[in-house]
């Protein structure tokens, strides 16, 4: 199958309210026109420095909404600011003032998630359930912030989802709306735990 007939696949599998986020990490700008022909209009990056170089290429795609799925360095919010949909790893409140502050000097609005680390892998970015209220309380503080819900991502091997219940209950528990779970691997399980949001790669592109 094609890039185009996975993207339209999906889209007809996934349910109209969810949004699907095609991610688009290591893939050429090629690869994201053919998927945005096929009709999808939301595509995630990782790396700012790879997410710029896309967004300049494809810039006559007025419609294109990118999302910031990797983790973030401070330094590189910069870059961002006014020109992506929704950062999905906000994890710490350095962070939070400094996509205010880049997003607010370019009369911007951030939508963020905030990523939580459900599994607590010392490699993975993203903040402790703990600490998740908190990092709600400082986003909401800032002005250039609109706090859109959580997203997270399963340990690898396990089973994803108590992973899924517990990123819900806390979505819920802060009074967000927004669900960022579900990959290439589990975004069916993940839409049945409420998913708003999947971030599929993969299956939409090929392996990397
Ligand atoms: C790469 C990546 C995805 C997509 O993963 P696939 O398994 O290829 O679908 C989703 N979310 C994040 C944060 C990623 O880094």
Avoid at 51 to 70: N, P, Q, S, T, V
Avoid at 79 to 105: K, M, N, Q, W
Wanted: charged content about 25%; glycine content about 10%; hydrophobic content about 45%.
């Amino acid at each position: 199958m094609s890039v185009a007939e996975r993207a339209a696949t999906l889209r007809r599998e996934i349910p109209a309210g969810v949004t699907l986020v095609a991610v688009s990490k290591t893939h050429p700008a090629g690869a994201i026109r053919e998927a945005y022909a096929a009709g999808l209009r939301d595509f995630g990056e990782n790396y700012a420095q790879e997410w710029r170089e896309k967004a300049d290429a494809l810039a006559d795609l007025a419609d294109l909404r990118w999302h910031f799925i990797g983790g973030l360095q401070t330094n590189k919010v910069k870059y961002l600011a006014g020109r992506v949909a929704a950062i999905h790893t906000l994890d710490r409140p350095e962070l939070a003032r400094e996509v205010s502050r880049r997003f607010h000097a370019k009369g911007a609005t951030a939508r963020v998630y905030l990523e939580v680390n459900t599994g607590g892998e010392a490699t993975k970015s993203g903040c402790a359930p703990a600490d998740a209220p908190a990092l709600a309380e400082a986003a909401r503080a800032l002005p250039a912030l609109e706090l859109a819900g959580v997203m997270g991502i399963p340990p690898p091997g396990e089973d994803p989802r108590p992973h899924f219940r517990m990123l819900r209950a806390l979505r819920d528990r802060l009074g967000l709306a927004g669900l960022s779970i579900g990959m290439s691997a589990d975004w069916r399980v993940a839409i049945e735990e409420g998913s708003t949001c999947v971030r599929i790669g993969t299956a939409i592109f090929g392996a990397r």
